[in-house]
């Protein structure tokens, strides 16, 4: 963990780890799409093709495929009024890149909506 962002990471037994993490201090516009152009320059990783979902603005979508152990991570970050999220799904080898984006899409929907909700 890192001191200005909290994070929650669910560990499977096969391997398959879920994260979402959100920066503790307020994010502007500017520092924001500053992050998504860096996050999109990760090595190893690319952009989502075809249409990723809208995940906060500015935002990123990116899929990297990782070494010892080989493995796929998607992860989708943005801004959310001032709040710079990010979530990620990572599946071992030989996972489908596509049933992970498909798994990480549904991963983030549901955490920023419960993020979201109101009692």
């Not at 037994?13 to 500017?30: D, I, K, L, M, Y």
């Not at 924001?32 to 906060?56: H, K, M, V, Y």
């Not at 603005?57 to 710079?84: H, I, K, Q, Y």
Request: charged share 25%; with cysteine; hydrophobic share 35%.
């Amino acid at each position: 963990d890192v001191s200005h962002e909290y994070n929650c990471t669910f560990r499977a037994a096969n391997g398959t780890q879920a994260r979402a993490w959100v920066f503790a201090e307020p994010v502007s516009r500017r520092i924001a799409t500053s992050i998504a152009r860096d996050n999109r320059r990760q090595p190893r990783c690319r952009e989502l093709g075809g249409t990723p979902p809208t995940f906060g603005s500015p935002a990123a979508a990116t899929r990297c495929e990782l070494r010892r152990p080989e493995r796929t991570a998607v992860t989708l970050s943005g801004l959310f009024g001032d709040a710079w999220f990010s979530c990620q799904v990572t599946a071992p080898a030989p996972t489908s890149p596509v049933e992970t984006t498909r798994r990480t899409e549904q991963w983030c929907v549901r955490v920023a909506t419960t993020l979201g909700a109101r009692p």
